[in-house]
């Protein structure tokens, strides 16, 4: 068992030992992510900050709760509302917000697993497993990419209150979990799964009615009153072969191979870990047949995460798979099992280093980081040139990039009035505008 200890030996108290765990998770996400603090700011992230923090408290807040832009997300817009108003055009403000919400998360995958794992060191394992995983860069590196971080740090912390027989809390936590990213309706399915794998005949069916209730009723406002018919034409359902490709393509991200890294050693070397961890699960299995409870357990939560993602191959992006990715810390702790408490840690420390190595070289390849920058380099330049107040900016096809590469990474403009909101500016995208010609 893993016991945290003070300096004369005796065990330090539960809060104490919460704390130290707390700062630990907190280290290692600043370690592992720090790259994504100085990544700007990209295409939704203005258009979004701007719709939700640079007007008067009265509009911001009908915005935030009344107003959806593509999707109806309250909570979620309160990230924007309250990052907008702390930080400003401070991305890295944003960033940090992201980190402490990605490390609170980390914190709360580590007290459920120490409830339903019962194992000290092994349940510390579970949150920097989360935490360090590849998948995650969008939602670290993208500040419009934290929908799935925010909604998981709810639904985690509602599962973690229902593990401790605060239901009512649980309710309320799942209730805005849900109001955070709709996706968290899996949640229902999670709750089910903890009580048919764990208590059988004790399952809580008067709780999972009423989170069932809650779900459909939510479901139901939100796409008859809140989405729009541009939202379902864009993210349309499919049952069609393409779901294939789509949980392939998803199941491989969950298993901790980056999207676009490239590096083939790595990928040879994460295949060999994960090859030694599926040894170990079934000398896990071998030795304990309680433990196919968690391992069932944890393959419901890694199946509930896909959805209803791989039913939309044509918006696929590594960085949803967050409950799915919880499920897969579970598993792996399971897997570690056999291993001594010095073994299990190196193992961990191989994925870490793994995982740092493929967000590195992510870096290089992905699409957040090339239009955060081009974004960077627009603004910047028209900052240099200070141009008149009511200027028009075209935007034409250029060495850097293409009129329209531009209209996305600039949100299609609206970087421009949260930029220069004092300089009435206005724009013309040369792809989709007949411009004035240029000087």
Known sequence: MFTILDFNGAKICPVKKNLIVLLLIFIITALVWRQSLFNFFAQDDFILIWHFSQNNLVDDLKNVFGSPITHWRPVHNLYYFIGGNMFGKNYIGFHLLTVAI????????????????????????????????????????????TVP?????????????????????????????????????????????YGFVFKREKIDKQFLAIIAGISVVFLAIKFAFFTSKTTFDVYQLELSTKVFGAAKYYLLRIAGFAESSGDRLLTILLLAW?????????????????????????????ISGLFPFILIPSHLSPHYMNVSIFGFSLFLAIALKPLKPLLSLAAVLAFVAIAMANISLTKNFSW??????????????????????????????????????????????????????????KTCFSRFEKCPPLP
């Open 274 to 302: 994960l090859l030694s961890m599926a040894v170990l699960l079934i000398k896990s299995l071998s030795k304990d047949k309680k433990n196919v409870n968690f391992v069932v357990f944890s393959l419901l939560i890694i």
């Open 149 to 193: 971080t925010v909604g998981f740090l709810l639904l985690a912390t509602s599962l973690w209150s229902f593990l401790i027989k605060r239901k009512g809390i649980s309710l309320l936590l799942f209730v805005f979990a849900i109001f955070a990213s709709e996706a968290m309706v899996v949640g229902l399915v999670i709750f089910a799964a």
């Open 368 to 425: 957040v980081v090339k239009r955060s920058n081009l974004a960077k380099v627009y603004l910047y330049d028209i900052e240099k040139q200070n141009l008149p107040e009511g200027s028009i900016l075209v935007f034409d096809e250029t060495e850097i990039s293409t009129s329209e590469e531009a209209y996305i990474s600039l949100g299609t403009g609206e970087a421009i009035k949260f930029w220069f909101k004092d300089k009435n500016y």
């Open 102 to 145: 990605h490390g609170l998360t980390a914190f709360f995958v580590f007290k459920i697993g120490r409830i339903v794992i019962k194992n000290d060191s092994l349940s510390l394992a579970v949150p920097i497993l989360y935490l360090v995983h590849p998948a995650h860069f969008v939602s670290m590196f993208w500040i419009s990419g």
